[in-house]
């Protein structure tokens, strides 16, 4: 009886060890997306109503309320995703984003708009790429569906930015 207890505790430590050396990186994988989403969402929201306030085109505005609209919903998909598994949310903008608000928040008018326009050019190819990239490889499920549910809205996103800022 020893032996057919200490034969099934063996096999079941072999077959738990590798997942137990897939969780960690899993789980960093996750945590990094789900850092930049987050911080990335609210950097958006922030800049697109600092655009409300400081952009002269009108289309420079409209494009700044759209971002809050759509990054809010977002923003409050990824927090019902993670609240699910028991994660938390980040809450503050990363550092990348911080910089831009503080110089953007420094410039009004056409100087806001061209510079406004241009970092959301950029900052949309980059976000489009880390979701391709999450809704491709992400082991999670529900951050997966996340990434993959919000590559439409980054598509438009970024074609609008381009527009306007070829403009």
């Given at each position: ?15 738990a060890?590798p ?26 929201v ?32 990824l ?11 980040p ?31 950029e900052?949309h ?9 999450a809704?491709?490889?992400e ?15 980054l ?13």
């Open positions: 009886m020893r032996m057919l207890l200490a034969t099934v505790a063996a096999a079941t430590f072999a077959l060890l997942l137990a050396t897939q969780t960690p990186a899993a789980t960093a994988q996750s945590d990094d997306f789900v850092k930049k989403a987050a911080g990335g969402g609210i950097a958006e922030q800049l697109g109503k600092l655009a409300q306030t400081r952009a002269q085109d009108p289309r420079v505005k409209q494009f700044g309320q759209h971002m809050v609209d759509d990054h809010t919903k977002a923003n409050e998909k927090k019902a995703t993670l609240s699910q598994e028991g994660l938390s949310v809450t503050e903008m990363d550092p990348e984003a911080r910089q831009s608000y503080d110089r953007l928040s420094k410039l009004s008018g056409t100087a806001f708009d061209k510079a406004y326009m241009q970092d959301m050019v900052d190819r980059k976000d489009l790429a880390e979701f391709q990239n809704a491709k490889t082991r999670d499920p529900g951050i997966k569906k996340f990434a993959q549910d919000s590559l439409p809205m598509q438009q996103h970024l074609k609008m930015a381009e527009q306007i800022a070829g403009r």
